[in-house]
């Protein structure tokens, strides 16, 4: 089985840059540190098995191939969508947002 490259697009990034600063400001250094090592344990376990993810987004939204996957220990989604070289990382969003806002753009500030 080949490891495909998770490529987060910048709303990602941005997400994940604000769930840290959250964190860290919180929560402190160890559980900032926790998310980023869970973070990054998802996205090897998504780009080794793509299909883990659940399509139950994809439906709601009608986006076909969109999945998501928690990050084990936080209330966080990766939504990402696989394409043939790399995982396209959409969005890196907290369990309780209204996800349908956040998708379309249409979310306010990140506030957790």
């Known amino acids: 089985m080949t490891l495909k490259p998770v490529v987060p697009r910048a709303a990602a ?8 600063e959250h964190y860290l400001a ?6 900032e540190l926790g998310f980023i090592d869970a973070l990054e344990r998802a996205y090897a376990a998504i780009g080794k098995l793509p299909v883990i993810g659940s399509p139950r987004w994809a439906h709601e939204l009608n986006l076909p191939g969109l999945r998501s996957w928690r990050i084990q220990g936080y209330p966080w989604l990766v939504f990402y ?3 043939e070289a790399n995982i ?15 998708m379309e ?8």
């Open 81 to 83: 969508v696989e394409g």
């Open 105 to 112: 753009g249409e979310g306010p500030e990140a506030s957790v």
């Open 13 to 20: 990034r941005a997400d994940v840059d604000n769930a840290i």
């Open 88 to 102: 396209d990382v959409w969005r890196v969003l907290h369990a309780k947002l209204d996800i349908p806002a956040w």
């Open 26 to 31: 919180e929560a402190g250094p160890e559980v």
